[in-house]
């Protein structure tokens, strides 16, 4: 896999990907004082932060606009999403088997909104594989206003690229079937 990145990174970058990098750079690591990721994406401080940080922290979140999958209400900063990635969370979550503990891989993941969720679920480890590099900075935007947690984890590949390692104990697949030519190959994969 590090050839796959490597070789992404040197061939295959967005004309935009400097610009997003750079919001997120710009962006405050904060540790939460409260974090819920079973019920949402939440995160607040202790104390509020200033007028000065939340407009700082919109708006490098809004210099990686689209964001689809969602919500995220990160101190105040609530991003609202194309999708309503919660709702379908909620609709899936109780036909699933117990996810504590459990290593898990979400193929097409966006955001990662999915990937928090799971961890608030209970996973030990969550790894999305998404090759849209917007989603990959917003992930990593996220992350960075979560304390830089290291649970979750996006890597900028298609499900073609990513090596059959049998590494996880569950794999999603939300929303991707319609976009694939061969549903039942991709399945099998």
């Not at 932060?49 to 990686?64: A, V, W």
């Not at 995220?72 to 117990?98: A, C, Q």
């Amino acid at each position: 896999m590090p050839a796959q990145i490597t070789a992404w990174q040197r061939e295959q970058q967005h004309g935009l990907f400097k610009q997003w990098s750079n919001a997120v750079e710009f962006l405050p690591e904060i540790t939460p004082w409260r974090l819920d990721l079973l019920h949402s994406v939440t995160a607040e401080s202790e104390t509020p932060l200033s007028e000065g940080q939340l407009k700082r922290i919109d708006t490098l979140l809004r210099n990686l606009m689209p964001w689809r999958k969602g919500p995220f209400s990160l101190y105040g900063v609530n991003i609202d999403t194309e999708w309503r990635s919660d709702w379908k969370w909620d609709r899936v979550l109780p036909h699933l088997s117990d996810l504590t503990g459990r290593t898990i891989l979400d193929v097409g993941c966006g955001s990662g909104y999915h990937l928090w969720r799971m961890i608030g679920a209970g996973a030990h480890l969550a790894v999305g594989i998404d090759p849209t590099q917007l989603f990959l900075c917003q992930f990593e935007a996220v992350r960075k206003l979560l304390g830089n947690d290291q649970r979750a984890h996006l890597l900028p590949l298609g499900i073609e690229q990513l090596p059959a390692l049998k590494a996880f104990d569950t794999v999603f697949s939300m929303g991707v079937l319609y976009h694939r030519r061969s549903p039942l190959e991709h399945l099998c994969s």
